[in-house]
């Protein structure tokens, strides 16, 4: 069985390993890719169908209901930025679909303020080889395909 990950926001599709934090570049985490989000405000949507697991203004898991767990990121280190310029639309264990808006956000006013707006997306307790082929170094959508999560 194949699970499709999407897009949470729209931008170019960059290697995990260009993220500027050990913790994602080094795939720690697990694998998966990054995007460069357009400098707009946005929504940012879920990458699959599943539970909302964990929620933070700048980042959440949102896992499927055979246990796949992926995480959206956004930014890096802007959990310190305390929830200012991020807009939750769901709730901790809500049922959403992938494509579904979860937060809103702007990652041009995200740089300004001195972060790094870069959105890692990871699938979580995964083997790099476990995914497809990665789509790098192109233009997408929200909700355009990523990578396929091999379960």
């Known amino acids: 069985m194949s699970l499709r990950v999407g897009s949470p926001v729209a931008g170019r599709v960059v290697a995990l390993s ?27 949507v879920s990458p699959v169908d599943g539970v909302v697991v964990t929620l933070h203004p700048h980042a959440f898991v949102v896992a499927t209901a055979d246990g796949a767990a992926v995480l959206v990121h956004l930014g890096i280190d802007t959990v310190r930025r305390k929830g200012e310029g991020f807009e939750l639309h769901v709730v901790k264990g809500e049922q959403v679909r992938a494509g579904q808006r979860i937060v809103t956000w702007d990652p041009a006013e995200v740089e300004a303020a001195g972060f790094a707006p870069i959105c890692p997306v990871v699938a979580l307790d995964a083997s790099a080889e476990v995914l497809g082929d990665l789509a790098l170094d192109v233009d997408v959508a929200e909700n355009d395909a990523l990578f396929d999560w091999s379960r």
């Open 18 to 44: 260009e993220v500027p934090d050990p913790v994602f570049a080094q795939a720690m985490v697990g694998p998966g890719v990054a995007v460069e989000p357009a400098r707009v405000k946005a929504d940012v």
